[in-house]
C-alpha cells in the first residue's frame, strides 16, 4: 500500500497593478512554514495549506510495527503543530475537544479530562512521546500547545499496545523533536480578554551531519473569566537528536511543566429557580434547580485556594538496526511530580438554610515513575509474503505518595459570598488526614504481527500479559491506625485486525479488541477496591479512509461497538453491598471529512453520533439504573472549521463552530446539562515572517455548560465571548 503521495501547485492572483500573490500549497509534511516566504517589488509570496494527511508517516500510537497510516486497522485521530495555530487551540482541552466525537472538561481537580466513545476516567490513557505511567488520567495537565509538534488520539482500546486501561481510547503529547534537516526557529505571542497573554519560542540546531537539538519555553498567564482565578503556566521541552552511525541513533528528551491557578474555579452550583437572580436554561434538576446567570462569574472557593503543580520528564531512545530486516529499540523514562490543592470542590444549596454548603479540603501528590521497555522488530518476508512483527518486554515502577484532607467549611450565600479561606492543617479544622502511600510494579510483555496476505489485504495481530503488583499502605491520623493490603493481577489483551486497499487511496480496514481496565484508580485504591478483579471490555470497529476528487478530500468514516464488563454496581438484594457485575455499552459512528473546495478554500468537519448506556447497574438505593447514559456523555457532537483567502489580498478568513450535545451529571439521569453550539472567526495577514490574526471566541457570548464538577450539582461554565490578537511565525 503505497503511503499518500504530496505534491507542490503554485497559484498567483493580480494585486494593485502588476503585483502578484502566490500561493504554494504543499502538505504539512513537506515542512514547509504557513508564513511570508518572500517578497519583492514585482511578486509576494504567502504559502497556503493543501489537503491534509489523515495522520502523520511517523505516529507510532497505533501500533509498533511500522505500518504506515493506512495500513493500520485502526482510528487514529491528529491535531498538528500547524493546525493548532491555524485554529487558535491554545490548549490540550481546546485542541481536543475538535477531534471527532471528544469531550473535554478542565475542572481543576482533574485537568484536561476527556470523554469519547461513551467512556471517561480511567477508561481513556494518557501517553507523552508513547510512554504511559500508571494510572495516566493523574499526569494530566491543560498544557499550552506550543511544545507540541501534534496530539494525536488512537481510538478504541490501547491495552495490547499500552497496558491496562484506555478502553475508549489514548490521547498521545508528542513533544517537538530535533531534526537534522536544517536550522529552524518558531515564534508565538498573543494578548486577549481576561488580560491573558501567551508567549513561546523555541528552534531546532543542527551542530554537525549526525546531531541536533531542540528547545522551545512557553508561558502562559490569565486573570480568567471567574472572579479572583489567575493562572501561570510555564512549560520547557528540549531534545537531542544523535545518528551516531548509519545503524544507531541515539535520542534523549527532558521536559519541565509548571502551572499554578489561584483560587481554582469548581463549577457553578445549581440552586432553585426562586433563589436565583437571572435563572437560566443551561442545566436542570430535580426540584426547579437552575444555574444562576446573574452569577457567572462567581466563584465559591476560598480566598487562598491554589492550584499547583511541577512535574519533570527525562525520555531516552536507542534504535539499532541490527540487519536490513531487525531493529532494536530501547525507550527508558523517569518522571517526578509535585501537585498540591487547597480547595472546596463540593458547593451544594441547602433548601433549609438558603445557603450553599461546602467542604474544604488539602491534597497533595508526589509521584516518580520510572519505565523501561526494549523490544525488536522485524520487516522482510516469511514463506514469500511480507511479514512485519513485534516482541518485546516492558517494566514500570511507580511509587506515589498523597496525604489527603478533608473537612466541612464554611456556608456561603449564592449572593456575594464571603468565600473565607482553607483553614490549616489540624485535627480540629479536618474531620479525615489520612496519608496514602502506594507502590505499583508492573511487568509486561506483548507482540505483534502484520502479515501481507496479498499486496492489498493485511492481517494484524497482538498479544499482551501483564503482571500487576500492588502495595498500600493507609495512615489514619485521627483513628492513629495504620492499615496495609497488597494485590496481584494478571490480565491478558489481545486484538485481530485486518486491512484491505479496495483501491488506490481507499482502505477498509476492522479489528477486535479484547482489554482490561481497573475498577478504580491503581494509586488511589481502597481495601474494597483492590479485592474487585479487573474490569474488561471488548470492542469491534468497522471504518473506511478514502482520499479522493484528485486527491483534495479526505474521509474516515467508523463504526464500532465497546462493551465494559465487571464494572463496580450494587447487589440488588442488599444495596449497601459494592459488588462487580455493572456493564456498560456504547456503539456509534464517526465521519471525519477534509476538502479543499478551491486552493484557496479549505474545509474541515467531522460528526459523531453515540448510544451510550448502562446494561447492569443498580445504585445504593437498589433503583434499576439500566438504560441509562453515563456522566459527561453526549450523544452527538459536531465540529466545523472552514479557512478562506483573498484573491486580490492575502488575507484568510476562518470560522470555527463546535457543538456538543446534551450530557448527563449523575448516573441516575437526573440532573441534564443542556447542549450548546459556539462561533469562532478569526482575520489572519502575513506579518514579518508569521501570521497576525485577530480572533473572537463564543461569539454569541452564549452561557452554557461544559462539563460536570465533583458534584452532580455544579456544572463548569464555558467561557464567555473573548478577543485576541496573535503572531505566530519563523524567523
Not at 507523552?128 to 496530539?151: K, P
Not at 551531519?209 to 498567564?221: E, F, G, M, N, W
Request: hydrophobic content about 35%; cysteine-free; glycine content about 8%.
Amino acid at each position: 500500500m503505497p503511503s499518500q503521495s504530496r505534491r507542490a501547485l503554485r497559484y498567483a492572483f493580480p494585486v494593485a497593478g502588476s503585483a502578484l500573490v502566490m500561493f504554494t500549497v504543499m502538505p504539512p509534511a513537506a515542512a514547509q512554514s504557513t508564513a511570508v516566504d518572500s517578497a519583492t517589488l514585482d511578486a509576494l509570496t504567502v504559502e497556503g495549506v493543501a489537503i491534509e494527511p489523515a495522520l502523520p508517516g511517523d505516529t507510532e500510537i497505533s501500533n509498533r510495527l511500522g505500518l504506515a497510516p493506512e495500513e493500520s486497522p485502526a482510528t487514529v485521530d491528529v491535531r498538528t503543530q500547524e493546525q493548532m495555530q491555524r485554529r487558535g487551540l491554545r490548549t490540550v482541552t481546546e485542541a481536543t475537544r475538535t477531534l471527532p466525537g471528544v469531550t473535554a472538561g478542565n475542572i481543576p481537580g482533574s485537568p484536561a479530562s476527556l470523554a469519547m466513545r461513551g467512556f471517561a476516567g480511567s477508561n481513556v490513557g494518557y501517553l507523552f512521546d508513547g510512554m504511559r505511567a500508571t494510572d495516566s488520567a493523574l499526569l494530566a495537565r491543560d498544557f499550552d500547545t506550543f511544545n507540541f509538534e501534534r496530539i494525536e488520539i488512537l481510538k478504541g482500546p490501547s491495552s495490547v499496545l499500552h497496558g491496562e486501561g484506555g478502553l475508549a481510547g489514548t490521547v498521545n503529547f508528542v513533544t517537538r523533536k530535533p531534526s537534522l534537516e536544517g536550522n529552524s526557529a518558531d515564534g508565538l505571542v498573543s494578548y486577549g480578554s481576561f488580560d491573558t497573554l501567551r508567549a513561546g519560542i523555541g528552534g531546532n540546531r543542527v551542530l554537525s551531519d549526525r546531531v541536533a537539538v531542540r528547545a522551545d519555553l512557553s508561558h502562559s498567564r490569565s486573570d480568567g473569566f471567574i472572579d479572583d482565578n489567575d493562572s501561570r503556566t510555564t512549560q520547557l521541552t528540549t531534545g537531542v537528536l544523535f545518528e551516531a552511525t548509519d545503524r544507531l541513533s541515539l535520542s534523549a528528551s527532558y521536559d519541565y511543566f509548571r502551572d499554578n491557578h489561584a483560587a481554582s474555579y469548581y463549577g457553578a452550583p445549581l440552586v432553585p429557580r426562586s433563589a436565583a437572580r437571572d435563572p437560566s436554561d443551561v442545566a436542570t434538576g430535580p426540584g426547579d434547580m437552575v444555574i444562576d446567570a446573574a452569577e457567572r462569574h462567581t466563584n465559591y472557593n476560598p480566598r487562598n485556594a491554589l492550584m499547583k503543580s511541577d512535574s519533570h520528564w527525562l525520555r531516552t531512545r536507542a534504535a539499532y538496526a541490527l540487519s536490513d530486516a531487525w531493529e532494536f529499540i530501547n525507550e527508558l523514562s523517569y518522571y517526578t511530580a509535585d501537585r498540591l490543592w487547597r480547595e472546596t470542590d463540593s458547593t451544594t444549596y441547602n433548601d433549609a438554610t438558603g445557603l450553599l454548603d461546602r467542604s474544604t479540603g488539602i491534597i497533595a501528590h508526589h509521584q516518580d515513575f520510572v519505565s523501561e521497555r526494549a523490544y525488536t522488530r522485524f520487516d522482510g518476508e516469511v514463506l514469500g509474503l511480507r511479514n512485519r512483527f513485534t516482541l518485546g518486554g516492558e517494566y514500570k515502577h511507580t511509587e506515589f505518595r498523597t496525604p489527603r484532607r478533608f473537612g466541612t467549611g464554611t456556608s456561603v450565600s449564592v449572593h456575594d459570598p464571603d468565600r473565607g479561606s482553607v483553614p490549616s492543617d489540624t485535627a480540629a479544622n479536618f474531620d479525615t488526614r489520612v496519608d496514602y502511600d502506594s507502590e505499583v510494579d508492573s511487568v509486561g510483555v506483548f507482540a505483534e504481527n502484520a502479515l501481507n496476505l496479498t499486496d492489498d489485504f493485511i492481517a494484524v495481530a497482538g498479544l499482551r500479559y501483564e503482571h500487576i503488583d500492588l502495595e498500600r499502605r493507609i495512615d489514619d491520623l485521627q483513628a492513629d491506625t495504620t492499615e496495609r493490603f497488597g494485590r496481584g493481577f494478571d490480565p491478558v489483551s489481545w486484538r485481530l485486525g485486518a486491512v484491505y486497499e479496495l483501491s488506490e487511496n481507499n482502505q477498509l480496514y476492522a479489528q477486535y479488541n479484547h482489554a482490561v481496565s481497573p475498577v478504580s484508580s491503581f494509586l488511589l485504591s481502597s481495601t474494597a477496591n483492590a479485592a474487585f478483579d479487573l474490569s474488561e471490555g471488548d470492542s469491534i470497529e468497522i471504518g473506511l479512509r478514502s482520499g479522493f476528487w484528485d486527491e483534495r478530500a479526505t474521509l474516515t468514516t467508523s463504526l464500532y461497538q465497546i462493551k465494559q464488563d465487571d464494572i463496580l454496581t450494587r447487589d440488588p438484594n442488599d444495596p449497601q453491598q459494592v459488588v462487580q457485575g455493572g456493564s456498560l455499552q456504547s456503539r456509534g459512528v464517526e465521519v471525519d471529512l477534509g476538502l479543499d473546495l478551491t486552493p484557496r478554500w479549505r474545509v474541515d468537519a467531522n460528526v459523531a453520533v453515540l448510544d451510550a448506556e448502562y446494561s447492569t447497574l443498580v445504585d445504593g438505593n437498589g433503583t434499576n439504573l439500566a438504560g441509562n447514559t453515563p456522566i459527561n456523555v453526549p450523544e452527538r457532537v459536531a465540529n466545523l472549521a472552514t479557512f478562506y483567502t483573498l484573491a486580490r489580498l492575502p488575507l484568510t478568513l476562518g470560522v470555527d463552530a463546535q457543538h456538543a450535545g446534551d450530557f448527563y451529571t449523575d448516573t441516575a439521569n437526573t440532573i441534564r446539562v443542556d447542549g450548546h453550539t459556539t462561533l469562532a472567526a478569526s482575520a489572519s495577514y502575513p506579518v514579518a515572517g508569521g501570521r497576525l490574526t485577530l480572533r473572537g471566541r463564543n461569539l454569541t457570548n452564549e452561557l452554557y455548560g461544559e462539563w460536570s464538577g465533583y458534584s452532580a450539582s455544579q456544572i463548569y461554565i464555558g467561557a464567555p465571548r473573548s478577543v485576541e490578537l496573535a503572531w505566530t511565525g519563523s524567523f
